[in-house]
């Protein structure tokens, strides 16, 4: 029989980024020559070191969960949406094969997350239902959602709405706003007022929504597991959403105040310097120029909750900036192109604590542009 002196717990995650070690053995008295491992249709092998097997899913699980490159490929349609790729069920087959050619086999399978946690972070994520921080600022009239692992029915204790989800997601998403279809009160009030309804890109604003204004009480109704939004009302600013350490997605709307400059390289030049000095114009000529524009964002007294929210951005493996709303075509193909990847510049964040306990945060991200190169 198959014994495991250490083999991560049951009841949490299995974080894809972070070390995740079974160390086990045979009580049989065969001598054991190799193990196989089958996890996700990959099959490997390990041999033993004095009769005992090590081995971390770290590099299989952070592999497979950078298969898509951390791509957003669901459509914000407001409600429920499946993401398979934020969560799911991983299951090892274990086989010891000895020398007399006999085997042994185990299997066990694990919940896991593409996240990852920190050293000083000691209470593992259990398997609440809660793929996300536990409270949230989302801004109104802008793209947001939040993940959750097997939902079945999120409850807003403030007003009364519920989101239902009756299928078996291991991971989904709900989006509580498209970025078309919520407006600010002002516009709201103009539309009831007139009676009719205000339309921008085909999409009317006076429709019920999962969140109010201000702070949202939330639950998970069948774990009674309890969580936070925070809704502020829309602004102009600079809008960016980024994967974040759970594997899920962060969005924060930036201060409109920003600076924005294109910095430019020449990439090699050749020389024409052939020719006499009446007919010369130049020695030199470039064969063409690299070039990215740099925007420098801040956002202003940050709390500890939002502070928690926004500092995963520096050092997410994916950033996207948003771009606008979704053309009048409406078109599911056509989501994508509202985002734009950008990297968030490597260097110092600055951070500034003010006198009451609220932060200030500036840093600089930069984006692709194109040259005649």
């Known amino acids: 029989m198959i014994t495991f002196s250490k083999k991560p717990e049951s009841g949490y995650f299995l974080e894809a980024f972070n070390n995740n070690v079974f160390v086990f053995q045979s009580d049989s008295v065969e001598t054991p020559l190799y193990c196989t491992i089958e996890m996700l249709n990959v099959t490997l092998e390990i041999t033993p070191i004095n009769g005992v097997f090590y081995f971390n899913a770290k590099e299989a699980l952070s592999v497979y969960a950078f298969s898509e490159k951390f791509e957003d490929n669901e459509r914000p349609i407001i409600g429920f949406q499946e993401d398979s790729d934020i969560a ?40 609440t239902g809660l793929l996300c921080l536990p409270y949230l600022t989302a801004f109104r009239g802008y793209p947001f959602d939040f993940a959750l692992y097997f939902p079945s029915e999120i409850a807003n204790d403030k007003n009364g709405q519920t989101a239902t989800e009756s299928n078996s997601l291991e991971g989904a998403r709900l989006f509580t706003s498209d ?11 103009v539309s009831q007022i007139a009676s009719s309804f205000f339309v921008v890109n085909n999409c009317c604003s006076v429709t019920p929504s999962f969140l109010d204004l201000g702070i949202n009480p939330l639950r998970i109704t069948n774990t009674q597991v309890k969580f936070t ?58 064969t063409g120029k690299k070039a990215q524009d740099v925007i420098s964002l801040n956002a202003q007294s940050l709390n500890d909750n939002e502070m928690k929210q ?35 510049e490597d260097g110092s964040v600055l951070i500034k604590a003010t006198k009451r306990n609220l932060v200030n945060v500036g840093f600089q991200i930069s984006k692709n542009r194109y040259t005649q190169n």
């Open 88 to 127: 799911g069920i991983f299951d090892f087959d274990f086989t010891i094969t000895f020398a007399n050619a006999s085997t042994e086999s185990y299997a066990v399978s694990y919940n896991y997350t593409r996240g990852v946690q920190q050293i000083n972070e000691i209470k593992k994520r259990v398997q």
């Open 179 to 189: 970025g078309q279809t919520e407006l600010s009160d002002f516009i709201t009030r």
């Open 310 to 344: 926004v500092k995963s951005i520096f050092v997410s493996p994916r950033v996207e900036l948003y771009n606008g709303v979704y053309n009048d075509n409406n078109d599911v193909a056509d989501f994508k192109d509202f985002w734009q990847t950008v990297q968030v």
């Open 229 to 286: 939004i925070e809704l502020k009302d829309i602004f102009d600013g600079v809008y960016l959403k980024w994967i974040n350490e759970f594997g899920t997605w962060n969005y924060w709307l930036f201060s409109s105040i920003y600076l924005a400059e294109t910095q430019a390289s020449t990439q090699s030049v050749y020389s024409v310097d052939y020719l006499d000095i009446s007919e010369t114009r130049t020695v030199e000529l470039s």
